[in-house]
């Protein structure tokens, strides 16, 4: 089964390593890349990917809230938080935001990617 992935960031760099981050990883592919929140909703309606990659500041609403909403109305797809903010930090905004995952953008790469999809669906 391949696993569905939304990029969600709002520099383009980034969203560059993330295809490339996802796309070695076996069984994954890029559906969607979006760089503002509300466009993250509206793909997420659109494509109902099985993972987000969502940075946590964002133009209009935020990571977090964009997460509240895209599990709101798609309560089976997994949601990782990804930001430049210590892991001490994401673990609280994951929490409240019901993100399963979360991760400093410079930690992300292919095995974490691997890892933490096999922890949540283990």
Known sequence: ??????????QQPFRSVAREVVEAVDGF?????????ED?????????PDLVLMDVNLPGIDGVEATRRILRAHPGTRVMLLSTYSEDELEARAAECGAFAYATKSAF?????????AAANG
């Open 29 to 37: 592919e890029v559906v969607a890349e979006a760089e503002s929140g």
């Open 1 to 10: 089964m391949t696993v569905h992935v939304l990029i969600v960031d709002d």
């Open 40 to 48: 993250s909703v509206a793909l997420a309606d659109s494509h109902a």
């Open 109 to 117: 790469d292919p095995d974490k990617l691997a890892a933490v999809w």
